[in-house]
């Protein structure tokens, strides 16, 4: 296959930066699509062309393929990555760049489909004997034949309606006792709900571990994993903080759990970046939940202990390269978190607080790493997903990479806008994060809002009352505003 001289990016922000940047170091020409309201943006200014594709709405913009393969062949361009989110995922977009002449630096489409479906790729991981959460195959109706499959289960299990969606025929049962009672609810509710009585039966995991493992296929059969990454610090079902490796995983689970993931790929005669995502059982069992074929927002912690670029490994292998190195070639290197920082107030239930970035300040320091698309005084747009950034702090151990993410959150200064840095660092200080003793339910568990609106002690507001004369004084000396501020912030900062 020819090699890719200039490459279009069908994404915006940090992605967007992230790709064209390796491009570059590659000797890749980049080109930006862009919406009317990412004119200013980073990624656009970054590029070497730019193209606009439409109004701010993304169904208007950056979900269009027409509009994104017009741009492809107005500019030239021998391939079009993806990034993640919008068409990512889509194989029908990756179809159309493929017919269109152009590399799709991602997986086949056929690949997309098998394992875009939930269903499809449960049947397909099957028969490479990868662990699925135990279950019915087939819709159950009849009681009696549901006592018998939950006792061969193990209780708790999960009664699940076929046709099910939003929670409704959804039941949970802990005893056998109960099941008659729970099953004729979940039957009569999906009756009503959707005219469909029939139901499945699932172990139900209580106190479920997110260990995703990210894998690398190329187009001459060859497949490897690069170790695992945790990813069970969530809010509404969306990760917020991830690590790599996990603080649970033996190395005998790793390499279990890494051969199962190598498995679920080639099931799919996988090629390019994946990640194969399991859940974990407080027994250690461990389950697939299904495949993201594509780039995952949290690569970095992976690149971090593995010394890898992901994304010119990708642009390499759709250029149709063999992987350049076997699975005993590749070792864990240290520890890395990333926590994502959001515009999101996470004392009012993590809702969006979309504005302007009056302040911006960057943290720096050995092994600290910053993707962002974003700079002081520029606005966060309505229209997409309000992340910020992703800080990615890496060290030798676990401890030290959490003693410096502590640092590094202390040292990042943002307003105008509410962030998650606030939860972040409550989480890097909790004794369940720190001792590796936690779920996908820890913000459940633990959080709560007011942690963050805490009543200053004695000490606080002894500091507070010098910050306050140091404050007067700078004014009454006539110094400059952005000193207040940035005493300001760091108060503020040292009280969340």
């Known amino acids: ?66 509009k994104i393969i017009a741009a492809a062949h107005e500019t030239q361009v021998d391939a079009i990555h993806p990034g993640y989110g919008f068409l990512s995922e889509n194989e029908d977009f990756a179809r159309r760049v493929k017919e269109a002449g152009l590399i799709f630096v991602g997986p086949s489409a056929e690949s997309m489909e098998i394992m875009g479906s939930k269903l499809g790729a449960k049947a397909a991981v099957s028969k490479f004997n990868v662990p699925l959460v135990p279950g019915t195959a087939e819709p159950v109706t009849d009681v009696s034949v549901a006592k018998i499959i939950a006792k061969e289960i193990g209780y708790p299990v999960l009664i699940k309606a076929s046709a099910g969606g939003g929670g409704k025929g959804m039941r949970i049962v802990t005893q056998e006792n109960e099941l008659q009672e729970q099953m004729e609810r979940a039957i009569s509710e999906a009756t009503s709900a959707f005219g469909d009585g029939s139901v499945f039966i699932e172990k139900y995991v209580s106190e479920p571990r997110h260990i995703e493992f990210q894998i690398f296929g190329d187009q001459h059969g060859n497949v490897v994993h690069l170790f695992e990454r945790e990813c069970s610090i969530q809010r509404r079902h969306q990760k917020v903080i991830e690590e790599a490796p996990s603080s649970i995983l033996t190395p005998e689970l790793r390499k279990k759990m890494g051969e199962a993931a190598v498995n679920a790929a080639k099931a799919a005669n996988y090629y390019n970046a994946g990640t194969i995502e399991f859940i974990l059982d407080e027994k250690m069992n461990f389950y697939f939940l299904e495949m993201n074929t594509r780039l995952q927002v949290e690569h970095p912690v992976t690149e971090q202990i593995t010394g890898l670029d992901l994304v010119k490994l990708q642009i ?111 989480v890097m200080h909790h004794h369940a994060f720190r001792s590796g003793k936690f779920s996908t339910k820890f913000v459940e568990q633990y959080f709560k809002p007011e942690v963050l609106k805490s009543e200053m002690t004695d000490v606080e507001e002894m500091i507070a009352s010098v910050l306050a004369s140091e404050l007067i004084s700078s004014a009454t000396q006539n110094q400059p505003t952005d000193v207040v501020q940035k005493t300001e912030s760091k108060w503020k900062k040292n009280r969340a």
């Open 316 to 426: 390499k292998i759709a250029e149709g390269e063999k992987l350049p190195f076997r699975q005993e070639d590749l070792k864990i290197h240290g520890h890395a978190i990333e926590v994502r920082v959001y515009a999101e107030d996470p004392a009012n239930n993590f809702l969006p607080d979309i504005g302007t970035l009056k302040t911006y300040r960057r943290p720096q320091g050995h092994g600290i790493r910053v993707d962002d698309g974003f700079e002081q005084g520029m606005s966060i747009p309505f229209y997409y997903d309000p992340m910020i950034a992703k800080m990615i702090c890496h060290d030798e151990t676990r401890e030290r990479a959490i003693e410096k993410t502590i640092r590094a959150i202390h040292e990042y200064e943002i307003t105008g806008v509410e962030t998650t840095l606030g939860f972040c660092q409550f």
């Open 1 to 66: 296959m020819a090699k890719i001289k200039k490459l279009l990016v069908a994404n915006r922000g940090e992605i967007a930066l992230r790709i064209m940047r390796s491009a570059q170091e590659m000797g890749i020409k980049t080109v930006a699509v862009f919406s009317e309201a990412d004119r200013q943006a980073l990624h656009v200014r970054f590029a070497d062309e730019a193209v606009c594709i439409g109004p701010p709405p993304s169904a208007q913009s950056y979900l269009v393929m027409d």
